[in-house]
T-cell receptor
Framework: ELKVEQNPLFLSMQEGKNYTIYCNYS?????LYWYRQDPGKSLESLFV?????AVKQEGRLMASLDTKARLSTLHITAAVHDLSATYFC???????????FGTGTRLKVLA | NAGVMQNPRHLVRRRGQEARLRCSPM?????VYWYRQLPEEGLKFMVY????????ESGMPKERFSAEFPKEGPSILRIQQVVRGDSAAYFC?????????????FGPGTRLTVT
């Protein structure tokens, strides 16, 4: 059964600093997603990663995928307060549409 | 193109009542998924449906919960005889038919409170 783990669960960082959130998954998956969720809101899709070595960037966020290590990372560059949110990764059970979500990383960027 | 619609956005029920949550997928999408999010937790898959078919309900509790996606109209998640532990945010997502896209698009959620 596919399991998805994220770390850290909580992250408090200063503005301007860099940090990385890690997402490990336990079995083969076709694709890996990153979502952002603000308090009381729905999920906003950030990235979809399909293949080994895939790297995608949007603004201060960059996501990568290593399918051999079953690891995805979300790197934050020069954090700003607006990035404060909870970030989830999700992987699908290979060959299905069933997403398994990580527990989330609650990010707080301090001014 | 309207996104995924869910209603109601907030629902309060007393213990023992029934809760009905509705989800209208994006136009052209034929796959619907329901997830539950408990406070401070990630989303847990509940069920995956196509029109008139339940494809995967491995995440649904065996009792009191049911889901449907009729030929006409929205998908419905029904919770009978609600208990306090059912209080959560329920999110619906939709995706296009197979071969037309990979992503699931999430609705705004229904926040169920059981008193």
């Amino acid at each position: 059964e596919l399991k998805v783990e994220q770390n850290p669960l909580f992250l408090s960082m200063q503005e301007g600093k860099n940090y990385t959130i890690y997402c490990n998954y336990s079995t083969t998956s076709d694709r890996l997603y990153w979502y952002r969720q603000d308090p009381g809101k729905s999920l906003e899709s950030l990235f979809v990663l399909l293949s080994n070595g895939a790297v995608k960037q949007e603004g201060r966020l960059m996501a990568s995928l290593d399918t051999k290590a079953r690891l995805s990372t979300l790197h934050i560059t020069a954090a700003v307060h607006d990035l404060s949110a909870t970030y989830f990764c999700a992987a699908n059970t290979s060959g299905t549409y069933k997403y398994i979500f990580g527990t989330g990383t609650r990010l707080k960027v301090l001014a | 193109n309207a996104g995924v619609m869910q209603n109601p956005r907030h629902l309060v029920r007393r213990r023992g009542q029934e809760a009905r949550l509705r989800c209208s997928p994006m136009k052209g999408h034929s796959h619907v998924y329901w997830y539950r999010q408990l406070p401070e937790e990630g989303l847990k898959f509940m069920v995956y449906l196509q029109k008139e078919n339940i494809i995967d309900e491995s995440g649904m509790p065996k009792e009191r919960f049911s889901a449907e996606f009729p030929k006409e109209g929205p998908s419905i998640l029904r919770i009978q005889q609600v208990v306090r532990g059912d209080s959560a945010a329920y999110f619906c997502a939709s995706s296009p038919p197979a071969g037309q896209g990979l992503e699931q698009y999430f609705g705004p959620g229904t926040r169920l409170t059981v008193t």
